[in-house]
């Protein structure tokens, strides 16, 4: 495992409220037995989080105002993020936050 580049305020700050409200999200609404997180800059120009459950998905609903506020987050730093139904079921979130935006 190689050295993580030096991640600005900004984009630790987005980082660690997405993956809150994803965690969040999930607690909420999921009934999900298990959630994994993965965090990683695999080639030092962007951040990506993943947070994946094996829950009921979405049921029905559409994406509220925590979906909206991760969105958000993510373009003011000129990031992406994508949350829908799971490859295998449960819920998925995507984020990518580029380290030079910010």
Do not use: F, K
Request: proline share 6%; aromatic share 2%; hydrophobic share 40%.
């Amino acid at each position: 495992m190689g050295e993580l580049p030096r991640i600005p305020a900004a984009v630790q700050a987005a980082g660690y409220r997405i993956v809150q409200e994803a965690l969040t999200n999930v607690l909420r609404h999921a009934r999900a037995s298990c959630v994994r997180v993965n965090v990683e800059a695999p080639d030092g120009d962007a951040v990506r989080i993943e947070v994946v459950d094996d829950g009921r998905g979405a049921n029905g609903a559409g994406p509220g105002n925590g979906t909206r506020g991760m969105r958000e987050r993510a373009a003011a730093l000129h990031g992406t993020l994508d949350a829908g139904p799971g490859e295998d079921g449960g819920w998925r979130v995507r984020a990518r936050l580029p380290i030079g935006a910010a």
